[in-house]
């Protein structure tokens, strides 16, 4: 099967950043949202891209068999660091609503039975909410599912920002999983060149 007969489906992907890395390998069949937030972005990107936004509506059963990969993209904020205190347990996670926004992610994996499914995170997705990664890994493998775990940074796929992130990955076909090339690029070097009422962006000094 070729690539480009593959179809895809994005949960929980707002303003559609993942979507637009996936829809050069993909045929993309829709997105689940649970609410608008970034959907008004996502449709100047994909203007014929269904996007469906009350998770009783998900069209799960009419996608049965028709998907290869399923990408999902929930909120983070129960694992973030961002705002907690340094004496707040890892345990926080466990009383946070939107922690549902993962399980309903992956009652997709248990509807669609897709080639592939993976969750995207922040890092603290794996050590704070260890305790969820394990069920939904047992959950997964009770499924005839292998499950792999990958932590990365944008960096070494050359953007100019440490940005890490955990992927956890659900696959029921092989895959072949390769390090990032690693080069990188520094956010002088991104600059370069563009300018700003006529000034250049990137002064000496950022290019030293």
Same mark, same amino acid.
């Given at each position: 099967?070729?690539? #480009?007969?593959?179809?895809?489906?994005?949960?929980?992907?707002?303003?559609?950043?993942?979507?637009?890395?996936?829809?050069?390998?993909? &045929?993309?069949?829709?997105?689940?949202?649970?609410?608008?937030?970034?959907?008004? %972005?996502? &449709?100047?990107?994909?203007?014929?891209?269904?996007?469906?936004?009350?998770? &009783?509506?998900?069209?799960?059963?009419?996608?049965?068999?028709?998907?290869?990969?399923?990408?999902?993209?929930?909120?983070?904020?129960?694992?973030?660091?961002?705002?907690?205190?340094?004496?707040?347990?890892?345990?926080?996670?466990? %009383?946070?609503?939107?922690?549902?926004?993962?399980?309903?992610?992956? %009652?997709? !994996? &248990?509807?669609? /039975?897709? #080639?592939?499914?993976?969750?995207?995170?922040?890092? #603290?997705?794996?050590?704070?909410?260890?305790?969820?990664?394990?069920?939904?890994?047992?959950?997964?493998?009770?499924?005839?599912?292998?499950?792999?775990?990958?932590?990365?940074?944008?960096? !070494?796929?050359?953007?100019?920002?440490?940005?890490?992130?955990?992927?956890?990955?659900?696959? /029921?076909?092989?895959?072949?999983?390769?390090?990032?090339?690693?080069?990188? %690029?520094?956010?002088?070097?991104?600059?370069?060149?563009?300018?700003?009422?006529?000034?250049?962006?990137?002064?000496?000094?950022?290019?030293?």
């Amino acid at each position: 099967m070729r690539k #480009r007969d593959l179809t895809a489906l994005g949960v929980y992907i707002f303003a559609g950043g993942f979507t637009v890395g996936v829809s050069k390998h993909f &045929k993309i069949a829709a997105h689940l949202e649970d609410g608008d937030f970034g959907v008004a %972005t996502a &449709k100047l990107n994909f203007p014929k891209l269904p996007i469906y936004t009350d998770p &009783k509506t998900w069209p799960v059963h009419e996608l049965k068999d028709k998907i290869d990969f399923v990408y999902c993209n929930p909120p983070c904020a129960p694992w973030s660091a961002t705002g907690r205190s340094v004496t707040a347990g890892y345990d926080q996670w466990r %009383t946070d609503p939107r922690v549902k926004c993962v399980e309903n992610a992956f %009652t997709v !994996l &248990k509807t669609e /039975r897709p #080639r592939v499914w993976v969750w995207e995170s922040v890092p #603290r997705a794996f050590t704070a909410g260890r305790a969820l990664v394990d069920s939904l890994t047992r959950q997964a493998m009770k499924l005839g599912y292998s499950v792999t775990y990958f932590l990365t940074d944008a960096q !070494l796929h050359g953007l100019p920002q440490r940005r890490q992130r955990f992927h956890l990955v659900c696959h /029921r076909v092989t895959l072949s999983f390769t390090e990032p090339a690693g080069k990188i %690029t520094t956010v002088a070097q991104a600059l370069r060149g563009v300018t700003s009422a006529g000034h250049p962006v990137c002064s000496k000094a950022w290019q030293r």
